[in-house]
């Protein structure tokens, strides 16, 4: 079965380019004009990569990258017509799995194109983390083939990198990992590598999973080095 991606620019020349070298690696491409109908295209049909341009008519790409990470996990590799830093950390927080500044090399669109969607099907499809147990630490649970988080036996919703940052985390239990550790493992990249989106991430992770988040009980700051996972195995 071809592996799907769906293409949400507002440049239908770029539109057309990108969907002949995509068909050609043998990808089956699906193209929305504007940010409304291409939020709506992503959330109804199933997609192994979403590539979102950042400025779109009716909707941007930053309030589609937000509105889709409500519901899905599907990677996302946002393309920015500026060179700008902000733009670039601002997608990555939301949820952007990689990104490209317009204008840019095919052959280097591809090849970030087919290195998203490994990472995304050698896993299962579904989940950006491996398939295994729950892993349970006094009232918290989670259960990576479902992406599922409970507190208390209470559902709490998590980002795609919020949820793969916390298991990231629960199942190296005591270890502490630098922030450039944690970014290699869970943005899988290093070029972009960014303090304050870790820290970011750290916060409102704590605000929802931890009883205290002012004295977390689960992700420990080890000062001058990184963070790592305390808890109590309760399986």
């Known amino acids: 079965m071809k592996q799907k991606i769906l293409v ?8 057309a380019l990108i969907r002949k070298y995509l068909e050609t690696e043998g990808y089956t491409v699906s193209t929305k004009n504007n940010g409304v109908d291409g939020l709506a295209e992503g959330l109804t049909a199933p ?3 979403i590539v979102l341009d950042v400025m779109l008519p009716q909707k941007n790409g930053f ?3 937000t509105n889709l990470r409500k519901k899905s996990s599907v990677p996302v590799l946002m393309l920015t017509a500026k060179d700008s830093e902000i733009d670039k950390v601002l997608g990555l927080r939301l949820g952007a799995d990689d ?14 194109v087919q290195s998203l969607i490994r990472r995304y099907t050698a896993l299962g499809g579904e989940s950006a ?11 918290l649970s989670i259960t990576p083939d479902t992406r599922e988080v409970l507190v208390s036996g209470v559902s709490v919703e998590l980002t795609a990198k919020e949820f793969d940052l916390l298991y990231f985390l629960a199942k190296n239990r005591g270890k502490v990992f630098t922030k450039k550790q944690i970014y290699r493992a869970v943005w899988k990249d290093e070029y972009a590598f960014d303090d304050n989106n870790i820290m970011v991430h750290i916060r409102r992770l704590r605000k929802k999973v931890e009883p205290n988040p002012k004295q977390p009980q689960f992700i420990k700051t080890v000062w001058g080095v990184g963070y790592k996972f305390d808890g109590r195995d309760s399986r």
């Open 8 to 15: 949400i620019d507002d440049d239908l020349e770029l539109c």
């Open 47 to 49: 997609y192994q990569l």
């Open 63 to 65: 309030d589609v990258l």
């Open 99 to 112: 990104y490209l500044t317009k204008p840019f090399s095919m052959n280097e669109f591809v090849a970030r």
């Open 129 to 139: 983390v491996e398939i295994a147990s729950a892993l349970i630490f006094d009232n």
